[in-house]
């Protein structure tokens, strides 16, 4: 068998589809669980509090039939920081350079102005991708509501000049109806070639999602302010010398980085518990993410204002 895939469609062997799909919504929607849904393993990091992705973390989903690369991109909001100017230029990049936008309408929430804000840009855009719907979260309802739910997620069509290919309830939660979102974004590609080696999940650089996973236990527990504040810093990842080839043994050094000695205080914690416990928590996800033994030395870094202050953007990776 030939390793090339083939994109001409023959009598028995379906088109090879390929492309870029991206997951927009309002934040806390579920779109990094229904992205790590669809991947089936972990490459966006998850959180119960709105606006922790960062960084546009790709999924692929390789199938015999296609293969679509999931874009996940941070929430959209007023700029009020250079960094919130510099993440919402990143969305609108993303949107005009993907093939289809998938719109999640989380079904425990009414569609409201935040969403309408959302979709209006969609539709403003020049190049405007193939656009569906998807209404998430469809475990936490009963059918009545949901009902309610598609005919609030199809008057936008009206209301706001798009045109949803689709309108799919789905839960991330529970797997329900998650191969028929894959399905229908399949559909939507065009004819091309893998862009991508299979058994590839995700492109982000190791670093990335390392430092992910450190922010992610960083936020566990901690109170609304500080997400915002927060940015992880790999200041070196390199195998320990000298360890046996079937023991070896990763040494990781980050850099929590806050903006106030305050939060610096809040994330060692009294007498070094928090900063302990997140090292914990965060080395076993690294563990789990590299496959070998890890050494995680974690300290913390006050950079005053490094989301307004372009030179700090620009280290930190924004
Ligand atoms: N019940 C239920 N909860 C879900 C589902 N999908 C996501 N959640 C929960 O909703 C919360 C937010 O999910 P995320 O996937 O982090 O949301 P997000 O849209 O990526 O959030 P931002 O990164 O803030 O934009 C988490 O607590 C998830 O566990 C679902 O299908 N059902």
Redesign the pocket.
Known sequence: MSDDVSTEPSADQPTFRSGFVC?V?????????????LVGSKV??????????RHAVRGIISRPDAQLVVI?T??LSKPRSLLQERLNDLVHQTWSEVDVVAV?F?A?QHVGPGDEYLVGELAALARRPRLVALA?????VGPDRLAKHLVEIDALQEKLGVRWEHIIP?????G?QVDEVADVLVSLLEPGPAYYPDGEITDEPTETLVAELIREAALEGVHDELPHSLAVEIDEMRPREGRPADHPLVDVFASMVVERDSQKGIMIGHKGERIKQVGIDARRQIEALLGTPVHLDLKVKVLKQWQSDPRHLNRLGF
């Open positions: 997951f919504g309002r934040p806390n929607a579920g779109k990094s669980t229904l992205t790590n849904s966006a990091i998850t959180s119960s509090k709105p606006q922790t992705t996940d941070p929430g999640v989380p425990n998430t979260k469809s475990d936490l789905c839960s991330a939660m529970t329900a």
